[in-house]
């Protein structure tokens, strides 16, 4: 159960690909300003990560 969660997680994790480090004077200011949305999942896709956690020996 834990590891189907910590997958579920991970997978809804932004791709940093596109995130480049700067000059902190250049960075974003205030709590949260940096905060980026967490990628939403379908029920489709939470039960294929479940499933394929389940068959994981």
Known sequence: MRSALGAIDN???IDTVDI???AIESGTV???AAEVR???LTEADIEQIVRAEISDP
């Open 20 to 22: 480049k480090a700067g």
């Open 30 to 32: 205030g709590l949260g």
């Open 11 to 13: 997978t809804e994790a």
């Open 38 to 40: 967490r990628q939403e």
